[in-house]
């Protein structure tokens, strides 16, 4: 079954570069005159790769064995983020480790595997994907486009397109996403333009020194999540199963509003859970991660509820009911 898997990821792969006017093989722009590059013919291919996607994958992962289930993690104490306070620096000897995804990778995805060439002792700040993004929008291969909710959307142009960037929509873990995703050239482009992506990570980097320096409030000098025994007593808390992002808000709710602490997100809280064995995590064909109860998990207050996103597809949303949330606020300040 991985083995037939592999194949229509690749079959999926291959349509959705065709879709584009792209040569799968040899990562070249089809000319004009190729059937792919006709817009009904693209629109077609692009809907086989959406329904291999959606629905043939999904369908196969399904009859997958259930993995064994994962020995307790020791609770690691996480890495401080104000403590990188270095200037980023991209060596061409680090650059040359780079390996490029053959799959179309996020935007986001992209700048992970580059953070993942950074030392872990060097002191270094990391790139984030704000700084290639405001690096490719003054490119003019990306632009904003406002998106549900107001929220500003980072797409690409036409001659972003030609350079094998891709807009994808998806239901993500129930949330209907627009994004944009980087085929082998579009990732060549941003390798070729790190220098200048590194450089905004740089000022964003004196930004921050500054305003610590002249006491602005900021993450520099926050104080890490923390909350007393008489804040928790205010916490809401009942049987009713609400997904991590509820607990983290309730939790960042019991903070006074002029408060020197940093907010507690959901990320944190999903990651303990994992640490101890309560949740699992996956990947699917694509390589997308996901989440699911152990069994541990499950007799702990984890558990999923089906339910329908945006585009129809059925999916486990992943809930914590009244027990998995007292999980939380018994190990609260432990999390962050």
């Known amino acids: 079954m991985p083995a037939e898997i592999k ?9 959705r570069k065709l879709s584009c006017g792209v040569n799968p093989l040899t990562e070249e722009t089809l000319p004009e005159e190729d059937a792919c590059r006709q817009e009904r013919i693209s629109k077609c291919l692009t809907y086989v790769a959406d329904y291999l996607k959606q629905k043939v994958m999904p369908a196969m992962e399904r009859q997958e064995k259930v993995k064994a289930p994962k020995q307790v993690k020791t609770l690691k104490p996480r890495v401080v983020r104000e403590q990188a306070d270095k200037e980023l ?3 061409p000897e680090m650059l040359s480790k780079f390996v490029f995804a053959e799959l179309p990778v996020s935007v986001s995805g992209f700048v992970r595997r580059l ?6 002792d060097s002191g270094m700040i990391q790139l984030v994907y704000a700084d290639v993004a405001e690096v490719l929008s003054r490119e003019g291969v990306l632009k904003k486009e406002e998106g549900e909710k107001g929220k500003d959307l980072n797409l690409p142009t036409p001659h972003g397109e030609e350079l094998g960037f891709v807009r994808v ?11 944009t995703e980087c085929m082998v050239p579009a990732q060549k482009f ?5 220098q200048k992506c590194v450089a905004q990570a740089n000022e964003r980097l004196a930004k921050r020194k500054e305003r610590a320096e002249f006491g602005e409030s900021g993450r520099l000098g926050k104080e890490k999540f923390h909350v007393t025994d008489d804040q928790l007593k205010n916490y809401p808390s009942d049987e009713s199963p609400i997904p991590v992002s509820e ?16 907010k507690i997100y959901y990320k944190t809280i ?39 996103g945006k585009n129809g597809e059925n999916y486990d949303a992943v809930l914590y009911n009244g027990a998995a949330q007292k999980l939380v606020l018994q190990h609260v300040n432990e999390l962050a």
């Open 7 to 15: 194949i229509i990821e690749r079959a999926e792969m291959y349509l």
């Open 247 to 262: 607990i983290a808000r309730r939790l960042n709710d019991l903070l006074p509003q002029d408060s020197n602490v940093e």
């Open 270 to 308: 999903r990651d303990w859970f994992v640490s101890q064995n309560y949740l699992e995590e996956r990947k699917n064909a694509l390589g997308r991660t996901f989440f699911v109860p152990t069994e541990t998990g499950s007799q702990n207050g984890v558990v999923t509820e089906s339910r329908v």
């Open 89 to 91: 620096v991209l060596t």
């Open 169 to 179: 929509e998806a239901d993500i873990r129930g949330h209907h996403s627009i994004y």
């Open 190 to 194: 941003i390798l070729d333009n790190i």
């Open 115 to 120: 953070n993942a060439l950074i030392p872990q």
